[in-house]
């Protein structure tokens, strides 16, 4: 019967411990995810933004091009009134 006692205090404090061991895993598993799921965020923009950015490229490539350069020209020339040559 002394034993008693002393048993029931170890068997409390380990299932405080367990308590304990199952919340921080927890934590340490939402904190994980939440990481994983900013980087993805993250990921979605950096491919948006280099889309974006392919896409300006393509249409300075476009707007620099010698012939729609004088084509805009003589659009405008036309818009004025006056004869290209």
Avoid: H
Wanted: charged share 30%.
């Amino acid at each position: 019967m002394r034993f008693a006692p002393v048993f029931r205090s170890i068997d409390i404090l380990m299932v405080a411990v367990l308590v304990a061991s199952v919340v921080w895993t927890f934590k340490i598993k939402y904190d994980s995810q939440e990481a994983i799921d900013s980087v993805a965020r993250l990921q979605k923009q950096i491919e948006a933004e280099e889309n974006r950015v392919d896409l300006l490229k393509s249409g300075l490539e476009l707007a620099y091009k010698p012939i729609t350069l004088r084509e805009i020209s003589e659009t405008l020339w036309r818009a004025i009134g006056i004869k290209a040559d």
